[in-house]
């Protein structure tokens, strides 16, 4: 491999963000191999033969499998597990299963073959619950609000405690409310945006709960994914839980606005809150970002705007 | 039953803490239950023919027991689980099934069959980790050395979500050093001046890692009992988390100076700290119970001098 070139491993690559991270390793040059449970080839195009020939299909909830495959990677992104603040309330133990029991497997198995390794885990904003005031710092007090949030909390410190007692170096990520390309589509599990555009481009008006003014900060894919690859290099961010965020706030009625833009026949009705959404529901979000731009230099480049037509037209050519 | 008394059911009514909080409940007249996975009737005297007809043989760990068992009580406490905090680093798998899964058993069952009871969870001192300061109040920073404190930290958010999604009410306690009759004797793992009491009453030496200087917030088992008890009729504390200790510190050194006031023959030698006793060593602990004081006006009674002849003529006359 040329200098610099990384051997990396995405579990849960064929999720959200991996296949979003995956191009954007390959295109910088690193070797990089998918873990995924389910190889589902969606109508999105991301599943090439040449991509398919780097796909392992396992699960992370395979003690054996985990410690088999992690030997020979450099980083590992931890991307794999269920999300679902609802559904994890639904079926608390599901969710613990999947969440907690897979990242002791990837974290076991490392300690035991692969200590030098580097992993990236992404948590939530959703450990924070409802703020007490925007934007929110790291040291905000944690009051999840559901059980997924609660496992993020937990999984934080299991990556922070194994990085403690065995030297494998950990990054974590509170991820706030990303979107983009490949997000999964036609479900309002997988992002509020995504859900919105998939309304509009199919002709059904979009529903909001409450008037609209509840703050997101919505962050886009490939700002992301460019924080996701500044782990690679730098060293110092070992050891530290940092909000990823576009580090401002966008009501849900502006983001409508800016679909409405781009697909002018989009209808919006707005609806009362229902009773589980209600309890789960954390009030405006905003992320301090100032950590994570003193570690790395980075800031968001791609403007809302920008990033929404992107993204509309993304779906308008593939899987409407 | 007399005006005032509740139904109550200890969930792992025959540890430490069950065993002093069923005698003190039935002392005041309420009607106990204990669930405990084991009958083991070791030598301390506790289990008489009437504590054993209060004694159901069954596991958190089995939902369809909780299921049916949870449905007639007022309050439950939630004793049960395993402990150990370097254990759990050596089996987090264990870890996480004995404790994570049993608690939400019992919140499962209560929310279905029971969500009017009160719970009341011990949880630990040990998910501070290292205390940036002494005393430590309750919004330090959490900073978990082992698998063990971390789920602590878990179990803390579940019972705090399903009173806040379901209206269970519940009261948690991170316990610092508990001490007295009735500990587990004979091992280290169960409380460390009942450990050094044991080795003086056998003619043994005391081994100390280190100096001895490091502190500890002991709290006498009447005086930490005299707390869970409040909470029956202390409807303001549901939905806190309360340190619980004595509020100041005593360092094994002096700890052993007391024994040998009773024991004048006790012999002590200093080693080196073991290699795992290091890594999660948290240093000195003190609690900061001013939360507790105020909101249930309860001091601690016990000196740690008039605690330790208790808890030496205890063992002296039962098991030693």
């Not at 064929?14 to 390959?26: A, E, H, P, S, T």
């Not at 999300?83 to 990242?103: E, F, M, Q, V």
């Not at 706030?249 to 983001?255: D, E, N, P, V």
């Amino acid at each position: 491999m040329p200098t610099g070139t990384k051997k990396i491993l995405i579990l849960g690559g064929l999720g959200f963000i991996g296949k979003n991270l995956y191009n954007r390793l390959v295109q910088d040059g690193h070797a990089v191999t998918i873990l995924t449970e389910r190889i589902h080839d969606e109508s999105d195009g991301f599943l090439t033969p040449t991509v398919r020939q780097h796909t392992v299909q396992g699960s992370i909830l395979n003690p054996q499998l985990m410690n088999n495959i992690v030997a020979p990677f450099d980083v590992i992104f931890s991307l794999a597990g269920s999300s679902g603040a609802a559904d994890s309330i639904r079926d608390p133990y599901h969710d613990l299963d999947t969440n907690l029991k897979g990242h002791l497997n990837i974290l076991e198995a490392c300690r035991q073959h692969n200590p030098g390794a580097l992993l990236v885990f992404p948590s939530s904003r959703l450990v924070y619950g409802k703020p007490a005031a925007n934007p929110v710092r790291e040291d905000h007090p944690l009051q999840p609000e559901s059980i997924y949030a609660i496992h993020k909390i937990t999984t934080e410190h299991y990556y922070l405690l194994y990085q403690r007692l065995y030297g494998i170096r950990a990054v974590i990520f509170r991820i706030a409310n990303p979107f983009g390309p490949f997000q999964r589509f036609g479900s309002n599990n997988y992002g509020i945006l995504n859900w919105f555009i998939h309304r509009a481009l199919v002709g059904e008006p979009i529903e909001i709960y409450g008037d609209g003014s509840q703050q997101r900060d919505f962050i886009y894919i490939n700002d992301l994914v460019e924080v996701l690859t500044r782990t690679i290099d730098t060293p110092a961010m070992a050891g530290n839980i940092y909000n990823l965020g576009a580090g401002g706030g966008i009501s849900l009625r502006q983001a409508v606005e800016v679909i409405q833009k781009y697909i002018p026949a989009t209808q919006v009705v707005f609806r009362q809150w229902p009773e589980i959404a209600k309890k789960i529901e954390t009030g405006d979000y905003i992320a301090d970002i100032e950590l994570l731009k003193q570690h790395t230099g980075w800031a968001p480049r791609t403007s809302f705007d920008a990033a929404m037509k992107e993204t509309i037209a993304f779906y308008d050519r593939s899987n409407k």
